[in-house]
């Protein structure tokens, strides 16, 4: 199965849904209150490219994962398949 | 002759044919209400008509002082079928004054002395009325009030007061009185012409459109009403009527003194009903019927009751709208319920009923002439058997349209005549005849305390106020007036909450005009009006936040210091929030405790922080603070207006030699955070942007995934360790919602 997120449609994490179509994701939505971001074997955000400040950084995955978070750290997210 | 005579413009009169068949039916006769009082007022003629705390007045005396009132009346110009404005409280006046009324003809128009400008002004030239019956003693100045009256409607040609001193200028009631010599009186009154098909007075609707509508009712469906109430209540010449709502209401009309008077019984008048009046009144006029109305009432009936050591067996009934099982329960006594409309319809419970019928419906139609049907709301078909709908009824006293409003008139009815409350009923067989059970409206009315307030009259008003986009009205549940107001408003652009609330409404619908039972006992700013899936208010949604108690922001956080200078030169003297208030106690009951001081300074709107200093106490070492997350977890944040605020404080905190620790942009709020001298964490915000209902719903479905998984790890399934496990769930929530 593709990893996937979810991202609320707020405008502190629109940066994720920008970034996400700028890196050639999948993104779909607004569908009921949320994008969702896809991509076939892994998902990628990189920190600096989509200029979120720590604090929304931590929280990004919010919305919710389909995956498994193979990486997390201040720089840099990656979700792979399960 | 079938049908009136001398029909009056506005006035919808039943067709000819409909009368004819009450008629033969035996419901309407050719006799007139007020012919019928003068026949109960010369048979009864010693008897006691009228008692209470200002005195007693036999049938012989109501009758004189009435021939007198409505010579007076004659006299002072008003003409036969002239409209009457009434302002006059419970009282032996209002009495003389409406009867006075009767005789001479003239069409009292039911208003309460609590309306104002907007409603007595509205009505009185909607009406054309010609005269104005005004309270003297009244805590407002109603003569002042009529004399403006006068000025801005041209028809009010008259002016009486009752009760109050006299004043230059405006005739009192008791001075005509005493003017009027009852025999010239009696020959003036022969004179008016009596039409039992002829309207006797205006009731006021409960209304569902922006303005009040006026209620017609006839001479004679008026008097087959009060006696169908006297026999189907069995009330008896030697019964005293204790039932203090407002006289010029339908209920009290129809149902109290109304058939009273017929009967030769006595009706109390109480013009202040307090406590004390009330147990006076059981002492001393010995009610055999009292009304109390909601459950609250009976309580405090109990507790006069006993007061007054009422006689056991006295009392035959107390009607209540919802509570004869609690009746039953604390008096020991049979509760009588009704449900009634001033558009002409009344159902009862009695004694004769199941004890299911009387507590848990309304009862059922007095007599076989009222039809009752139940609509699917919005249509004209019958529900099912069993199933809520909207009560429809026809009968002899059941209007065919209200004064003068064509359009109203034109939603108000079924094709086939049936009047639409706009009530809900279910109905249901008991012992083989149909009740009915109140299940709620679908008019748009706050009935509070037995006044109904309309709400979009006072919704239209609010809309322009100063700062309002929307206003919306529901009633919330109150013990002792079944429902009080409570507004919800959006606010326009520019305009802050701390504008909005209960005094600057009243302060608007006072100066509009609007009678004070209907200005809202609660405010809500909303960022947004909940609305239905057709867009509109949705006012269930309105009605379930309404009936919830509500909080409005912290009055204050707490915590202990033992460094009692340090806090107060550090929040009074280096942040300048002014110290206002401080406890200092000695111990506080308990064995041990110590001796302490707790102190409170403003932090805005209301809100302070407040400190405690225990005297002697040593400061135990799980309450040293230490700057990590799990003792910073405890923290106040106190809330700025906007962005520019929130770096003033900044800038301020550090001139101030206060660190700065943090500057957090989170995701609805903006934060600075400081350490006071005790090491607490001090966060400062302003929030960023309002929540939605998206928010709310992520929030619900975020901790919905989290506390699975929590109940998960407790019952000793998967263990609980990381966020991921609450993010897989949640879009694992996500794909079932979506099935």
């Known amino acids: ?82 | 002759m079938t049908g009136v005579t001398q029909p009056i413009a506005g006035v919808v009169y039943p067709p000819r044919e409909t009368l004819q068949r009450y008629v033969e039916a035996g419901a309407l006769t050719d006799e007139t209400w007020v012919a019928a009082l003068q026949r109960s007022f010369k048979e009864n003629g010693a008897r006691i008509a009228v008692d209470g705390p200002e005195g007693a007045l036999t049938y012989a005396q109501l009758d004189g002082l009435t021939d007198r009132a409505g010579a007076a009346l004659l006299a002072s110009g008003l003409r036969p079928l002239d409209r009457v404005v009434f302002q006059l409280g419970n009282s032996k006046e209002l009495l003389i004054a409406f009867i006075g009324c009767l005789k001479a003809g003239l069409i009292p128009i039911c208003t309460l002395a609590a309306h104002r400008e907007q409603e007595i002004g509205y009505l009185a030239r909607h009406a054309k009325a010609r005269g104005h019956l005004v309270q003297g003693d009244d805590k407002f100045d109603l003569v002042g009030f009529g004399q403006e009256m006068q000025r801005s409607v041209p028809s009010l040609d008259v002016l009486i007061s009752a009760r109050g001193p006299a004043r230059a200028d405006v005739p009192r009631l008791e001075d005509l009185l005493e003017q009027e010599l009852r025999s010239k009186a009696i020959a003036r009154l022969q004179d008016v012409p009596r039409d039992p098909f002829q309207a006797a007075l205006f009731q006021l609707s409960g209304g569902t459109t922006g303005v009040p509508k006026l209620i017609p009712r006839f001479q004679n469906e008026y008097l087959h009403t009060m006696r169908e109430v006297a026999r189907y209540l069995d009330y008896r010449r030697d019964d005293v009527m204790f039932m203090p709502l407002p006289m010029i209401h339908n209920a009290s009309m129809a149902c109290a003194w109304g058939p009273t008077l017929l009967q030769g019984g006595t009706f109390v008048v109480v013009p202040q009903i307090t406590e004390q009046a009330i147990v006076q009144v059981l002492k001393q006029c010995k009610p055999t019927w009292i009304g109390a109305g909601v459950k609250q009432a009976v309580l405090k009936l109990k507790a006069a009751m006993d007061a007054a050591q009422v006689e056991p067996g006295r009392v035959r009934g107390v009607w209540t709208i919802n509570a004869a099982k609690y009746t039953r329960e604390v008096l020991d006594l049979p509760g009588c319920h009704t449900f009634g409309m001033s558009e002409g319809f009344l159902m009862f419970t009695r004694d004769s009923d199941s004890r299911e019928a009387r507590e848990e419906t309304v009862g059922k139609p007095m007599s076989g002439l009222d039809e009752v049907r139940l609509l699917k709301p919005g249509t004209e078909m019958d529900v099912a058997p069993g199933e809520i709908g909207e009560l429809a009824v026809r009968g002899p006293s059941v209007i065919h349209g209200y004064f003068d409003a064509e359009e109203r008139n034109r939603q108000a009815f079924t094709r086939d005549g049936f009047y639409r409350s706009g009530d809900l009923m279910s109905a249901r067989v008991i012992d083989g005849a149909k009740y009915y059970a109140f299940e709620g409206r679908i008019k748009d009315v706050i009935d509070r305390g037995g006044e109904k307030v309309n709400c979009e009259e006072i919704e239209l008003a609010l809309g322009e106020a100063q700062g309002i986009a929307e206003a919306a009205l529901v009633g919330m549940p109150d013990p002792g007036l079944g429902e009080r107001i409570c507004a919800f408003v959006t606010l326009r652009p520019g305009c802050s909450p701390s504008e909005v609330g209960v005094p600057s409404f009243a302060r608007f619908l006072e100066k509009r005009g609007f009678a004070k039972f209907k200005w809202p006992e609660r405010v809500e700013v909303l960022s947004a009006m909940p609305t239905t899936k057709f867009g509109k208010i949705d006012k269930a949604e309105l009605r379930r936040l309404a009936s919830t108690p509500a909080l409005s922001g912290v009055h204050h956080t707490a915590r202990p210091t033992w460094k009692l200078r340090e806090t107060v030169e550090f929040y009074r003297d280096r942040l300048g929030l002014k110290l206002v208030h401080a406890i200092s106690a000695k111990g506080w009951g308990p064995e041990g405790h110590p001796d302490f001081l707790h102190f409170f300074f403003d932090s805005g709107d209301g809100s302070t922080i407040a400190f405690f200093y225990y005297i002697g106490a040593a400061q135990p070492e799980y309450l040293v603070h230490r700057p990590q997350w799990d003792c910073d977890s405890v923290h106040t944040a106190w809330k700025v207006r906007s962005e520019e605020e929130l770096l003033r404080w900044k800038r301020f905190l550090e001139g101030a030699g206060v660190a700065v620790d943090m500057h957090i942009r989170h995701e609805i709020v903006e934060s600075i955070y400081f350490r006071d001298p005790n090491g607490y964490l001090i966060e400062i915000g302003r929030a960023t942007r309002a929540t939605s209902v998206l928010d709310h719903r992520d929030a619900e479905l975020t901790l919905a995934a989290a506390m699975e998984a929590e109940t998960e790890a407790r019952s000793g399934g998967q263990t609980f360790t990381s966020i991921e496990t609450v993010w897989q769930r949640k879009a694992r929530l996500h794909e079932e919602l979506k099935a």
């Not at chain 1, 920008?18 to 999948?26: E, H, I, K, L, V």
């Not at chain 1, 939505?29 to 076939?40: N, V």
């Open chain 1, 1 to 82: 199965m593709m990893p996937k997120v979810y991202v609320l449609d707020v405008p502190e994490f629109r940066p994720l849904i920008d970034g996400a179509r700028s890196t050639g994701c999948t993104v779909q939505g607004p569908a009921g209150g949320y994008f969702t971001i896809a991509a076939p074997r892994e998902l990628v955000f990189a920190r600096a490219a989509l200029g979120l400040k720590p604090a929304l950084w931590y929280s990004s995955l919010s919305g919710g994962v389909e995956g498994r978070i193979a990486q997390f750290d201040r720089d840099t997210i990656r979700i792979a398949a399960w």
